[in-house]
Protein backbone atom coordinates (compact mmCIF):
# COMPACT_ATOMS: atom_id res chain seq x y z
CA UNK A 1 0.00 0.00 0.00
CA UNK A 2 1.23 3.33 -0.66
CA UNK A 3 -0.10 6.60 0.47
CA UNK A 4 0.53 9.92 -1.22
CA UNK A 5 0.51 13.48 0.25
CA UNK A 6 0.98 16.70 -1.72
CA UNK A 7 1.63 19.51 -0.96
CA UNK A 8 2.99 23.07 -2.14
CA UNK A 9 0.10 24.88 -3.92
CA UNK A 10 -1.38 28.06 -3.64
CA UNK A 11 -1.99 31.21 -5.11
CA UNK A 12 0.67 33.10 -7.88
CA UNK A 13 0.23 35.50 -10.39
CA UNK A 14 0.53 34.58 -14.01
CA UNK A 15 4.18 34.63 -14.96
CA UNK A 16 5.27 33.10 -11.52
CA UNK A 17 6.28 29.48 -10.30
CA UNK A 18 5.27 27.05 -8.12
CA UNK A 19 6.88 23.39 -6.28
CA UNK A 20 4.95 21.01 -5.61
CA UNK A 21 5.42 18.11 -3.73
CA UNK A 22 4.45 14.31 -3.70
CA UNK A 23 5.67 12.61 -0.36
CA UNK A 24 5.37 8.86 -0.62
CA UNK A 25 4.49 6.56 3.03
CA UNK A 26 3.56 3.16 3.54
CA UNK A 27 6.40 1.21 0.87
CA UNK A 28 9.42 2.71 -0.95
CA UNK A 29 8.24 3.97 -4.12
CA UNK A 30 11.57 4.27 -5.94
CA UNK A 31 10.80 1.73 -7.59
CA UNK A 32 6.95 3.00 -9.06
CA UNK A 33 6.51 5.59 -12.09
CA UNK A 34 4.98 8.62 -10.53
CA UNK A 35 2.31 11.27 -12.53
CA UNK A 36 0.93 14.37 -11.92
CA UNK A 37 -2.43 15.12 -13.02
CA UNK A 38 -4.60 18.30 -12.63
CA UNK A 39 -8.52 18.96 -12.72
CA UNK A 40 -9.46 21.89 -13.67
CA UNK A 41 -12.73 23.62 -12.42
CA UNK A 42 -16.42 23.22 -13.88
CA UNK A 43 -15.96 18.92 -13.74
CA UNK A 44 -13.36 18.95 -16.04
CA UNK A 45 -11.47 15.69 -16.92
CA UNK A 46 -8.19 15.10 -15.31
CA UNK A 47 -5.44 16.31 -17.08
CA UNK A 48 -1.81 14.24 -17.80
CA UNK A 49 0.65 16.58 -16.75
CA UNK A 50 3.97 14.89 -16.39
CA UNK A 51 5.31 11.60 -15.42
CA UNK A 52 8.86 10.43 -14.05
CA UNK A 53 9.96 6.30 -14.37
CA UNK A 54 12.19 4.65 -12.61
CA UNK A 55 14.82 3.51 -15.06
CA UNK A 56 17.24 6.15 -15.45
CA UNK A 57 14.02 8.73 -14.27
CA UNK A 58 13.00 9.51 -17.77
CA UNK A 59 10.57 11.98 -18.25
CA UNK A 60 7.28 12.58 -20.34
CA UNK A 61 5.33 16.01 -20.43
CA UNK A 62 2.44 17.20 -23.05
CA UNK A 63 2.98 19.73 -25.22
CA UNK A 64 0.66 22.39 -22.88
CA UNK A 65 2.78 22.14 -20.26
CA UNK A 66 6.42 21.35 -21.87
CA UNK A 67 9.34 23.79 -21.35
CA UNK A 68 7.84 25.37 -18.15
CA UNK A 69 7.18 21.94 -15.94
CA UNK A 70 9.73 19.76 -14.64
CA UNK A 71 9.53 16.40 -12.16
CA UNK A 72 12.03 14.87 -10.67
CA UNK A 73 12.57 12.83 -7.76
CA UNK A 74 14.39 12.34 -4.61
CA UNK A 75 14.33 8.66 -3.82
CA UNK A 76 16.02 9.17 -0.22
CA UNK A 77 13.24 11.51 0.78
CA UNK A 78 10.70 9.34 -0.97
CA UNK A 79 9.45 12.61 -2.60
CA UNK A 80 8.49 13.47 -6.46
CA UNK A 81 8.45 17.02 -7.47
CA UNK A 82 6.62 19.56 -10.43
CA UNK A 83 8.25 22.57 -10.34
CA UNK A 84 6.15 24.95 -12.01
CA UNK A 85 7.43 27.95 -13.84
CA UNK A 86 6.10 30.92 -16.37
CA UNK A 87 2.47 29.70 -14.98
CA UNK A 88 -0.85 30.71 -17.12
CA UNK A 89 -4.08 30.92 -15.90
CA UNK A 90 -4.94 28.03 -17.58
CA UNK A 91 -2.31 26.04 -15.21
CA UNK A 92 -5.48 27.16 -12.36
CA UNK A 93 -6.58 23.32 -11.27
CA UNK A 94 -6.13 21.29 -8.06
CA UNK A 95 -2.85 18.84 -9.11
CA UNK A 96 -2.64 15.03 -8.27
CA UNK A 97 0.14 13.02 -8.00
CA UNK A 98 -0.25 9.16 -8.48
CA UNK A 99 1.38 6.30 -8.48
CA UNK A 100 1.34 2.41 -9.91
CA UNK A 101 3.02 -1.02 -10.22
CA UNK A 102 4.08 -1.04 -13.98
CA UNK A 103 4.91 1.16 -17.01
CA UNK A 104 4.69 4.72 -16.69
CA UNK A 105 1.34 5.90 -18.21
CA UNK A 106 -0.47 8.97 -18.97
CA UNK A 107 -3.84 7.74 -18.52
CA UNK A 108 -5.17 8.46 -14.91
CA UNK A 109 -7.69 5.39 -15.03
CA UNK A 110 -4.42 3.35 -14.89
CA UNK A 111 -3.44 4.61 -11.40
CA UNK A 112 -3.81 2.85 -8.38
CA UNK A 113 -2.29 5.44 -5.42
CA UNK A 114 -3.25 8.83 -5.32
CA UNK A 115 -3.42 11.44 -3.47
CA UNK A 116 -5.92 13.92 -2.00
CA UNK A 117 -4.85 17.26 -4.46
CA UNK A 118 -3.33 20.40 -3.93
CA UNK A 119 -4.85 23.75 -5.27
CA UNK A 120 -3.16 26.07 -7.66
CA UNK A 121 -4.65 28.97 -8.65
CA UNK A 122 -3.01 31.29 -10.75
CA UNK A 123 -4.15 35.05 -11.57
CA UNK A 124 -3.96 37.20 -14.59
Known amino acids: QVQLVESGGGLVQAGGSLRLSCTASGRTFSNLPVAWFRQAPGGKEREFVAVINTIRGSTTYPISVKGRFTISRDNAKNTVYLQMNNLKPEDTAVYYC????????????????WGQGTQVTVSS
Open 98 to 113: AARFGDALITPNRYEY
